[in-house]
């Protein structure tokens, strides 16, 4: 009978679910389960879950469970679950309100069919505590930041592994002025030096910073505002349009999939590439800045890992600081972009946020 370890990242619709042997961390499985839309969905792929791990024919014994938990406030490590920590974090649903729950959800069920199982949550909010006050602070009014409105930041367990292996890549740069390009369905960059996050695009909640899938990313407050004064829009609306139907599907009108749009001849789709690099390299800028320079851009995530045409869109946006690129290379999605002889480096690293999890379960367990 193998010891395992489970990892369960859930959203609203899916519950990704991996297994790995608890002595070495090898991968056992990696799936995607489908949460019907009902009362008990989530019991249901949990269920599910664990029937593939009782049914597999060389036993498989359940030793640690570990969880994606989007928000954990000022927290900046992941956290063995007890009754006192799930109340706790049940509190952080409204600054996270479309992760959160599902997240919660699933630690709780797990609890209930599991009482004795060991859980650990680790947190996307916890990569980013290294950063300095003002790295944080919203320039509001100061009970605001006291109450928790501030900037958290989020992808912080793709951030962590990372930031594990770019001195592999990367040697003794990987310690000096490093931004990564979380570039997936959400997406954020995170400013790095010394391995530690500096500052990232996004802030209080999901939608700041880059533009993603459906979210619009950094956006003037006074659109919000006009929306509901002048528009006649709900709050209810207007947040289901920044969350839900901005960003590559908002501007091009036709897909949220990056794939969907490169394959498209329609103008409004390459105007929705444009601009998803045009608003990338606008906070690479800022970052740099904050950073004093760059020495290194790493591309992660369904899109920084597979776009070719994002990339050299990006990079090409950097020539000024003194990025010069490799077009063969990039085609290649090879694991070095940059020319020789460039000023700053460009890697393509694939994210494994699951293994992060592992480990911690390990640890902590
Ligand atoms: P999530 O944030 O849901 O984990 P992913 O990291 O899987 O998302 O990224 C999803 C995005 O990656 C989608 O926009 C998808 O179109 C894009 N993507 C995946 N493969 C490719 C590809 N070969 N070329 C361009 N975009 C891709």
Redo the contacts with the bound molecule.
Sequence with gaps: VTDIIAVFNA?SSTL?FSVFRHDDFSLIHNGTLEVPDSQDGHKKALQQALGWISAHKDGLKLHVAGHRVVHGKDRAKPEKITAKILTELKTLIPLAPLHQPHNLRVIEELAALHPELPQVACFDTAFHRTQPKLASMFALPRRFYDDGVKRYGFHGISYEYIASVLPKYAGDKAKSRVIVA??????SLCAMKNLQSQATSMGFSTLDGLM??TRCGTLDVGVPLYMQQHLNMTTDQVTDTLYHKSG?LGVSGI????????QSDAPEAGEAIALFCHMAAQHCGSLMSILGGLDALVF???????????RREICHYLTWAGLSFDETLNQKNATQIHAKGSKIAAYVIP?D?EIVIARACRMIS
């Design positions: 959203g990704k979380h570039l997936g369905n959400g997406a993603m899938g590559l897909s949220n999939d990056m794939r969907t749009l490169e992660t995530a369904g899109i920084g890992e597979h776009s070719a045409r994002v994210t946020e």
